[in-house]
């Protein structure tokens, strides 16, 4: 089940994605990343996926952000994997990955999943500061984990 955590904090409202939301995703994923960044057929793929996590942020009515996280298993359990994050850089630096981030963490514990993964450009300073903060712990480097061969910093948070 999707759609029942909402948070409104200092004109930050968090809601669900949905798919009337794929275009300002899109959009948002080519401001963010390169060729990195996903189509709108896979963000609305995700956006419908029964594994996956969706919240947009929404600055004072404007479309400020969003996160989408997938829940997967292992031998150990469930597990959550942070697969995008991205913050309109009109909006940055007002807390809003952080309260996408808490959302989504909630709703991953919520669904049973016990530790959170993601991977970060080792050189993307800024989101390995927000992640350390958030709780995330240095794991391990992925050699040319990227297509433009910059390595990928793995991170773990317990929930
Ligand atoms: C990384 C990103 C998601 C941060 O979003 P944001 O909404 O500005 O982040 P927040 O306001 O919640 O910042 C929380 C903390 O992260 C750190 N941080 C965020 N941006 C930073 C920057 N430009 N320089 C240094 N530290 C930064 C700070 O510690 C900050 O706390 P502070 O503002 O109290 O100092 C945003 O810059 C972004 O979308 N970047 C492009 C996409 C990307 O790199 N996504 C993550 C990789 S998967």
């Excluded at 759609?3 to 963010?32: F, K, W």
């Excluded at 960044?37 to 969706?54: D, E, M, P, R, V």
């Excluded at 850089?89 to 991953?108: D, N, Q, S, V």
């Amino acid at each position: 089940m999707r759609g029942h955590l909402n948070q409104a904090t200092c004109g930050i409202h968090v809601r669900p994605a949905t798919e009337g939301d794929v275009e300002s995703m899109y959009a948002l994923e080519q401001m963010c990343f390169d060729v990195e960044a996903f189509s709108a057929h896979q963000l609305q793929y995700l956006i419908n996926a029964k594994t996956a996590y969706s919240f947009v942020a929404e600055y004072d009515d404007a479309f400020a952000g969003f996160i989408i996280g997938l829940t997967n298993r292992n031998r150990f359990g469930k597990y959550g994997r942070i697969y995008t994050l991205d913050v309109d850089y009109r909006f940055r630096r007002r807390g809003i990955a952080t309260i996408l981030l808490k959302t989504l963490m909630e709703r991953l514990r919520q669904a049973g999943c016990t530790n959170c993964f993601l991977e970060v450009k080792v050189d993307n300073d800024k989101a390995v500061t927000l992640y350390e903060k958030m709780g995330f712990e240095r794991s391990r480097i992925v050699p040319n984990y990227y297509s433009d061969g910059v390595h990928a910093l793995k991170m773990k948070k317990t929930l």
